[in-house]
């Protein structure tokens, strides 16, 4: 037996990269940063958690090893000393950006080489013939928004006025992105889907990465709630992926969570939707039964992103990570000899930073089964090296831009 499961916790750094000056990212330490804050009181909220971060799972398998290798301090309360009992590296990100679809593609080992369009932070942001042809294209009277933003700010600033008119919320942010938001009911959620087509097509000349549709329920700001209707619109990676490999090779590849979307469904064979990260372990669980011999699972938690790390919410960032890290054991209790395991991240979003963007950061790759012996493996030069040891590990033939870890 020999499956992989491939979990990436969405925005999880542990310190800045060796490159993090480029994009104004010096000091930036996604993990260290929610353990400091924690261990000083800073990370207490009534009803969610207290204390000190405590993360015994993953510790053992080598995350305060790895977060001190990438920043030279160990992040406080990671304190295991034993021989780390999975095979860890912190890992270095080469493609261009900080980016949701830059950080997973390199994963599955296809670095981005290009820059990637982004809209400036101006208002308005969109450029005025590209919303004139949008408005065109979809018959509609206008949109709101138009400018950067956080989803939930927007949504509360202009849902109200959205429903009224009938224009859409159109918003962008430090990512190569062009977001639309949208009621379920009183704009409909295939017509979102439409619109969001129409701007796929529009941006291309502008290389922007991902068209996001955003539905929203409720009536009013202390209701409106983003929904798990989310669809993504991406380009295509450039090449063959890890997903793809596997696919042509005749395996299962099961995506869970948002993956299919950020891969423009290319290399899946199976996905599983499912919203917030309680419901997406669960879902992951579901596709470790699902998987045979060969298959990999590849799951993305967003919660840390979207929820916790956009906001600055330092507390709701560190219960989401022990609440992810106390079901560990669920997860191992299902393997079976020959299955290896890997949690990573695609990029950091540290909650004590300023403003709402991702952080450039190293991430972790902490690879653990019944078979793996426990060690460090090194500062991997490319995320690539992960999609290139799980590809070693299934079987597959190697990529081009990394360089497996696996012995």
Not at 128 to 145: N, R, Y
Request: proline letters at 6%; a negative charge.
């Amino acid at each position: 037996m020999a499956r992989a499961f491939l979990l990436v916790l969405d925005s999880f750094g542990i310190g800045n990269a060796p490159d993090a000056a480029d994009f104004g990212d010096v000091g930036a330490d996604t993990l260290g940063h929610i353990a400091a804050a924690c261990a000083q009181g800073k990370g207490d909220q009534e009803g969610l958690r207290s204390g000190p971060l405590s993360l015994p799972n993953m510790d053992r398998y080598g995350l305060g090893l790895v977060a001190q290798k990438a920043t030279g301090e160990r992040p406080a309360n990671l304190t295991y000393e034993g021989e780390v009992e999975g095979l860890c590296a912190n890992a270095c990100e080469i493609s261009k950006g900080k980016d949701t679809p830059s950080g997973h593609w390199e994963i599955a080992g296809v670095p981005v080489s290009f820059d990637w369009g982004y809209f400036p932070d101006t208002i308005p942001t969109f450029p005025p013939e590209m919303t004139k042809a949008f408005l065109e294209k979809t018959g509609l009277p206008g949109i709101l928004g138009d400018k950067h933003g956080s989803g939930t700010v927007v949504i509360n600033e202009l849902g109200e006025e959205h429903i009224r008119t009938g224009m859409p919320i159109c918003y962008t942010s430090a990512d190569s992105v062009y977001q639309i938001a949208a009621h379920e009911e009183h704009f409909g959620l295939e017509r979102l889907y439409e619109i969001c087509e129409i701007a796929y097509e529009l941006v291309k000349p502008y290389n922007i990465g991902r068209i996001i549709a955003r539905p929203f329920i409720g009536e009013s700001p202390a209701d409106f709630e983003r929904t798990g209707n989310r669809r993504d619109f991406s380009v295509l990676p450039p090449e063959p992926t890890l997903l793809d490999r596997a696919k042509a090779a005749g395996r299962e590849v099961i995506a869970v969570g948002k993956i299919s979307d950020i891969f423009a469904h290319q290399g899946v064979t199976q996905k599983i939707k499912a919203t917030g990260n309680p419901a997406i372990f669960e879902a992951t669980l579901d596709a470790i039964k699902l998987a045979k011999d060969g298959d990999l699972v590849f799951s993305n938690l967003v919660d840390f992103d979207m929820h916790y790390g956009h906001r600055r919410d330092v507390p709701g960032y560190a219960a989401a990570l022990e609440y992810f890290d106390s079901r560990i054991p669920e997860l191992e209790a299902m393997l079976e000899p020959g299955d290896l395991v890997l949690l990573t991240a695609d990029h950091g979003c540290d909650p004590t930073w300023h403003g709402t963007d991702h952080t450039r950061e190293q991430v972790p790759a902490l690879m653990f089964g019944p078979d793996i012996k426990g060690r460090y493996a090194g500062q991997r030069q490319t995320f690539a090296d992960i999609g290139e040891t799980i590809a070693e590990h299934l079987g597959l033939a190697p990529g081009r831009h990394g360089q497996s870890y696996l012995k």
